[in-house]
């Protein structure tokens, strides 16, 4: 009788020293890589615009295409690549910036790439901007153009649509070209939208 209360002591203390142990900590969870998305015109065009400006304070955008990636799929008015062109009248050179969602050797780097200088002169066809007449974005443009495009989308449903913005001698203001097909080269069938005040400008066959 007198083992008992040893005993007792002695199970209650492997208990005591059980309970006070930390518990084993959780399984890590595992990080879920995020896909990548595409982003719009003016989104695209800004983030470039940031960069560039490292390059020539006094930068213009001469143009901005969007680019279609196999591996990020479109999405209404966005791409999942854009290449803009800023020109510096200072340094009478141009120079062309790519946006990327992904890292496609040998032609596209993720996120802001700045490409090669390249000489520029005043005069051509193409007439360079501020970047704040772009009031207007890609997905609000797409939006007009598609009014106007009823006819030819029962026509020719499922094609894709690329972006161009430009500023020609015909408007006052940088223009969004809306093109139904995989380029601009190869398209019979595009509307023109005001950039600055997204107004419907014009059809081209």
Known sequence: ?????????????????????????????????????????????????????????????????SMRVPDVPDQPGKAG?????????????????TWSAIEELPNLHKDVFAGGEGAYSAGGPDKPFLIGAVKIDTDAALQTAKTKAVDYDKKHPGQPI????????????????????????????????DATTGTYLETMH
């Open 162 to 193: 690329v972006f161009l913005l430009e500023n020609g001698s015909k408007f006052a203001n940088p223009v969004w070209r809306v093109v139904w097909g995989e380029s601009v080269g190869i398209s019979s069938f595009s509307i023109l939208v």
């Open 1 to 65: 009788m007198k083992q008992l209360p040893f005993l007792l002591i002695t199970t209650l203390s492997l208990f005591l020293a059980g309970c006070s142990e930390p518990p084993s900590p959780a399984p890590a969870e595992k990080k879920v890589e995020e896909k990548p998305q595409p982003i719009t015109g003016q989104s695209a065009l800004f983030k470039m615009y940031q960069v560039a400006r490292a390059w020539a304070p006094d930068i213009a955008v001469l143009k901005l295409d």
């Open 81 to 97: 690549a854009w290449e803009a062109t800023f020109v510096s009248e200072q340094r009478g050179s141009a120079r062309p910036f």
